[in-house]
């Protein structure tokens, strides 16, 4: 019980950390601009507590859903050398990015203190010497066994069972060798999904479409791997870096799919704020390595989703100061502020939507 109450309390401000930093981001490049901050709170208001130091208010707010900071002529208006539209458009853009950047930021520094302790890490079969080793489903075929079964993405497979057989899985070799043996058999899979053991059964292909395999899984072996202390900046930057490669190409993928196809991928989750509480709180169960290693992947996700070119978003500001520099002045500030408050509103309906059509259903 105590636990689970912590991995609550720990997935709702670990949440609630990356919306700070992320308004933190904007908060120092416009102080580095000498753009006056007006105020930086975390939560929103009705305020509970404000202190001004400086030109800057820094307040606690009742509402414990994020962070915000008003920058001084964001929304136009004031064009003096302290505020926001009184600075060059690239200066703009880079106050902007802050947000954006400061996701990158702390998604390396997580995977640097997860490569120092201990990092989920894809080896190979033969590697050896390993912490916790782990053989995980990565991908699913639309329409395979593996999906009508309901396996999931990151489902550890244990142990394999079927005629009298069995083997106890921690090789992707093992899994690939037993399942061709037993083509056209039923076959108890023995998972682990988020801490809970399970058994399911399932009937591998005997002639699978080219590429899928008779189950229709990608696998990858896990293992915790660290590294000195001094090497641990460099692996949290480079990991940083090839999430966010990956990242860029699912969702290239993902995309190209739903517009062949109509519909979302198999295998491809959709969560709202409700659905990346209960992953987070679920992950946490795991273990603080994987942990800091999903937390560094959804910061890596904001920032990317901060990207888009929708108003109320960092990238629709981006789209809005690029309109400017092309037309040699601004938006109207009115008609800049209706366009993104009608955005608000329907990302809030569609978080509701998401939340109510996929996290609800998932976790309930």
Do not use: C
């Not at 894809?122 to 593996?146: F, G, H, M, R, Y």
């Not at 273990?287 to 990238?315: E, H, K, Q, R």
């Amino acid at each position: 019980m105590f636990f689970n109450i912590l991995s609550i309390a720990v997935a709702f401000f670990s949440i609630i950390f990356l919306l700070v930093i992320h308004e933190f981001g904007h908060f120092i490049i416009a102080k580095k601009r000498g753009v006056r901050v007006e105020e930086f709170g975390i939560g929103y208001p009705p305020r509970l507590f404000g202190k001004k130091f400086g030109d800057t208010i820094y307040s606690l707010n009742l509402l414990p859903f994020g962070a915000f900071v008003k920058i001084q002529g964001e929304i136009g208006g004031l064009e003096d050398y302290h505020s926001f539209s009184g600075k060059k458009i690239w200066e703009r853009v880079l106050i902007v990015l802050g947000g954006v950047l400061a996701f990158w930021v702390i998604s390396a520094i997580l995977l640097s203190i997860g490569f120092g302790l201990g990092m989920p890490t894809p080896v190979s079969d033969e590697a050896a010497n390993l912490k916790d080793v782990k053989v995980q489903i990565t991908t699913i075929a639309p329409d395979s066994p593996a999906a009508k079964a309901g396996l999931e993405p990151l489902d550890n497979i244990v142990l394999l069972q079927s005629d009298g057989n069995q083997v106890k899985i921690d090789k992707t070799a093992q899994i690939t060798n037993f399942i061709n043996v037993h083509k056209g058999q039923d076959v108890t899979i023995t998972l682990q999904r988020w801490g809970k053991t399970f058994d399911v059964s399932v009937v591998p292909r005997v002639s699978p479409p080219a590429g899928e395999g008779a189950l229709g899984i990608g696998l990858a072996r896990i293992a915790l791997v660290s590294v000195p202390w001094y090497e641990a900046p460099y692996r949290g930057i480079v990991g940083a870096g090839n999430i966010t490669v990956a990242t860029f190409q699912a969702f290239g993928s993902v995309l190209g799919s739903i517009i062949e196809t109509k519909e979302v991928p198999t295998g491809v989750t959709l969560m709202g704020p409700l659905g990346i509480f209960n992953f987070l709180k679920q992950v946490f169960q795991l273990g603080v390595n994987y942990f800091l290693y999903f937390l560094a992947l959804i910061s890596i996700l904001m920032a990317i989703t901060n990207l888009l070119p929708i108003p109320a978003l960092d990238g629709g500001k981006i789209l809005f100061l690029a309109i400017e520099a092309i037309k040699g002045k601004p938006i109207s500030a009115k008609i800049e502020q209706n366009i993104t408050a009608t955005f608000f509103v329907l990302l809030i309906i569609f978080s509701i939507f998401i939340t109510i059509k996929f996290d609800i259903p998932r976790i309930f």
